[in-house]
């Protein structure tokens, strides 16, 4: 807990923080003293109770530190008055033995004294005051069982009188017994020079007993005490009217449902349009897991009319539905590279950390697409798209591994997988007979392609693009009891952001992998006999292909109907 302030005239900020302060002590006290019935004298009224321990003051650089230790963590509340210049620290269900001799340290200025005491013994509140010699800021931090007061070494020029009384907020004191709100606002105006008005309606008799306080919150608990409220304008003018009557300027609040949009988004957003005096909540309902999610947002606008209006019609175009992205991907494993089938006029388009070449604007042809870990990236229409896989059907060189399709919404991810799965032997030794049984487990080689597209302004599609490839490029020959032979796995990936426009095709090449086959040639008759056909009359050659796979991805917005 910390607290910052400054030492003020009790009219103005501090009277009315300590007004709160003493309302919650009374409140504190009810919960808390029946427990306290006798004095603190008696120690077994203090055993279960946080003690101030010491208290120390010590000069740093630029300020005074005054260390309060307790025996535990204590609940604090903390106020200053401005004659005397005091700080004042109180800390309840705390009791203290201590006295101003008992401060340890040499005092400073601006420091005049600190001065500890027991300030009630039902419910037990001990007290901390910190005398001045001129008001100055000062900062309060709880640490745990510590309480650090640091006063301002360099204290400011005191304020001249005229500069005190302009920042004065004038307090009312009142007893009046059945009197009507009218003559009693008539009494406020003519006492404070304000400019009331009251409509018709407001009318009822009340019943006042207050003593300094602030004008401000003396009229607000006069007015609601009839059943009304007041609108304060800019001028300075004061309409009184009764609480259900709605007049131009008042300060009304209305709850707004999100349903597609970010609560904090909107809020930034709602600012530039609400008044100064206006104010924006967020609230999160309640939803079947018992959490808050931010899809289920309200906004609670507190403004005038005309403002909330506006704020509605904001809200209509700002709260609407995202745009929803179809993603279809075409897997295709050929023998032909990217530059075979494309050719090196590709449209660069995209944004990454590869070599771009210089003196070519974005969107521009290139010699070559751009290349990430030896991942080729680019983008051509769907034309072009269309020749090339008409051109691998017909020369029976390319085979569709799948055609994944996929919907997401703007700004979302997401994730296509493509595994291939191989048996791995694992042997197992049972313990007591030692007699070993063999199972198997699937090794799983995945593609993994991840994709956040964006609708631009423009009607382009912004594409983050996240690709994965695993490839088993080699065996490495092991005895069974050791899990036979163990793959040797390559893998490789590659993230970047590519832009298409509409009938674009984004590709993604320079994915390859080895593909060891081997052929056995037997010589007519000999080459068939058992065993020694196999041995000594056929010969194996073995041939390595590089397999190419290359990804299409079609990103395309779904109109909404209607």
């Not at 390319?398 to 994730?415: H, K, S, V």
Request: some cysteine.
């Amino acid at each position: 807990m910390t607290t910052k302030n400054q030492i003020r005239p009790m009219g103005q900020k501090n009277q009315k923080n300590r007004s709160l302060y003493n309302i919650s002590l009374l409140i504190l006290s009810f919960f808390v003293g029946f427990g306290y019935a006798q004095s603190l004298t008696d120690t077994s009224k203090t055993a279960g109770l946080t003690q101030i321990k010491s208290i120390a003051i010590e000069q740093l650089m630029d300020k005074i530190r005054i260390t309060i230790r307790c025996s535990a963590e204590p609940n604090i509340g903390v106020f200053s008055v401005e004659t005397p210049p005091t700080v004042i620290v109180d800390f309840v269900d705390v009791f203290t033995k201590l006295t101003e001799a008992d401060v340890a340290g040499t005092k400073f200025y601006p420091v005049k004294a600190v001065r500890p005491i027991q300030w009630k013994e039902v419910p037990p509140i001990a007290r901390v005051e910190v005398l001045l010699d001129v008001a100055c800021d000062y900062n309060v931090d709880r640490q745990g069982n510590l309480v650090v007061i640091d006063i301002d070494a360099n204290p400011s020029p005191v304020e001249t009188g005229l500069e005190k009384q302009a920042k004065i907020e004038p307090t009312v004191s009142m007893y009046v017994k059945d009197a009507e709100i009218t003559d009693i606002l008539r009494m406020l105006a003519l006492q404070f020079g304000l400019n009331i008005i009251a409509t018709q309606e407001v009318k009822g008799l009340v019943t006042v007993r207050i003593q300094d306080v602030p004008l401000h919150t003396a009229l607000d608990a006069l007015v609601k005490a009839a059943g009304c409220n007041f609108i304060k304008y800019n001028d300075g003018l004061i309409l009184v009217k009764p609480l259900k009557k709605e007049v131009p300027g008042e300060l009304l609040s209305k709850v707004f449902e999100l349903e597609y949009s970010e609560a904090q988004d909107i809020k930034d957003a709602l600012k530039r349009v609400i008044s100064s005096d206006g104010n924006i909540e967020i609230s999160y309902r309640r939803v079947a897991d018992g959490g808050g999610s931010k899809r289920s947002a309200v906004l609670v606008v507190t403004d005038r009319a005309e403002n909330l209006k506006q704020v509605e019609e904001m809200l209509q175009s700002l709260d609407s539905p995202p745009p929803q992205i179809l993603i279809t991907a075409k897997l295709i494993e050929t023998t032909q590279s990217a530059q075979d089938l494309f050719g090196t006029n590709w449209t660069i388009s995209a944004i990454a950390s590869g070599q771009i070449p210089e003196k070519v604007k974005e969107g521009g042809p290139v010699a070559m697409p751009i290349v990430i870990n030896n991942i080729l990236f680019g983008t051509i229409d769907l034309s072009k798209m269309a020749a090339v896989l008409s051109f691998l059907q017909t020369r029976n060189n390319g085979r569709l591994l799948c055609e994944p399709q996929i919907t997401t919404l703007d700004n979302q991810t997401a994730e296509i997988e493509l595994s291939t799965k191989y048996p791995q032997p694992t042997v197992v030794t049972n313990p007591q007979t030692g007699a070993q049984s063999v199972s198997w487990t699937q090794l799983s080689i995945p593609i993994k392609l991840t994709v956040t597209p964006h609708v631009t302004t423009d009607g382009s599609i912004y594409t983050s693009i996240e690709v994965q490839v695993d490839a088993i490029t080699g065996w490495i020959a092991a005895p069974l009891t050791q899990g036979g032979q163990q793959p040797i796995v390559s893998s490789r990936s590659a993230k970047t952001q590519v832009s298409c426009k509409v009938g674009e095709v984004i590709v993604i090449g320079g994915l390859t992998k080895d593909e060891v086959t081997r052929i056995r040639t037997p010589i007519p008759i000999l080459g068939h006999i058992p065993i020694l056909g196999r041995l000594l009359f056929s010969s194996t050659d073995t041939r390595t292909a590089k397999n190419n796979l290359i990804i299409f991805i079609t990103p395309q917005v779904i109109k909404s109907e209607g």
